[in-house]
């Protein structure tokens, strides 16, 4: 059986709940968020085939759940952040899956 991992929500989640109760995200949350590595992409499968060293994923439609989970943080909408988060999770995990047959 394909055992697929994603790490992000222990994470993200207490970002966003954090966030949530202070009434934003901090600037540092704000740049991880935008950083591939950190971003919930890059908090993902270490499987998932990425653009050079520290790029983003090959996968388009991660891509830009990433680039839409930053808009979120960036622009302080908690749940939407959540939401997206949840979106990145399900297609890292099908990306794994379709790298592994």
Known sequence: ?????????????????????????????????????????????????????????MDNELRNLGCNFYGAVNGDEFDHAETILGRIERRAALVVLEESC
């Open 1 to 57: 059986m394909l055992k697929i991992r994603t790490t992000p929500t222990p994470y993200w989640t207490k970002v966003i709940t954090k966030a949530r109760k202070r009434g934003h995200f901090t600037t540092q949350e704000k740049s991880k968020s935008f950083d591939w590595v950190t971003c919930a992409c890059g908090k993902q499968d270490s499987r998932i085939p990425k653009m050079g060293i520290d790029g983003g994923p």
